[in-house]
């Protein structure tokens, strides 16, 4: 009975970290696939241009090749998510990949004008970028994870 629990514990796992993988990935290559639109080249400008690693990019090439390119990575690490599923190898570059993506994201809370407001007293932001935390989480778990 115990080894019955156990599996079952294991199956669940295996599947909720499968869901998280193609999820992760579904996200990924929606949002980088918008990144070549012009709306949201110009909703990431104020985050890029006030960015103490980003400043700079902007007076190299335009908004739209700014955004362009984010996409071109954020594609990149979706598909080597998905392919992660049957090459183990490709993990660690994912891992780190979402890694670096949402640690950066993450620190946009802390370096963007405006991002925090005070409503009824507790300060809130534009909670899109807060969901960054469970996928820096889940970055490290892949890198972390010997399947």
Do not use: C
Request: aromatic share 14%; charged share 10%; no cysteine.
């Amino acid at each position: 009975m115990v080894g019955t629990v156990q599996e079952s514990k294991n199956q669940s796992a295996g599947i909720g970290y499968y869901i998280s993988l193609f999820g992760a990935a579904l996200i990924l290559l929606w949002i980088g696939v918008f990144k070549f639109t012009p709306t949201e080249a110009a909703a990431i400008k104020p985050l890029v241009e006030n960015h103490f690693l980003t400043f700079f990019v902007y007076k190299m090439v335009g908004v739209q090749a700014v955004s362009n390119l984010i996409g071109v990575i954020e594609i990149i690490i979706a598909l080597l998510l998905i392919f992660s599923a049957k090459f183990a190898v490709l993990k660690k570059y994912a891992g780190i990949g979402m890694i670096v993506i949402f640690l950066t994201t993450l620190s946009y809370l802390f370096t963007t004008p405006g991002m925090w407001k005070i409503v009824d007293g507790i300060p809130v932001t534009d909670f899109f970028i807060v969901k960054d935390l469970m996928f820096l989480g889940f970055g490290l778990m892949i890198i972390q994870n010997r399947k």
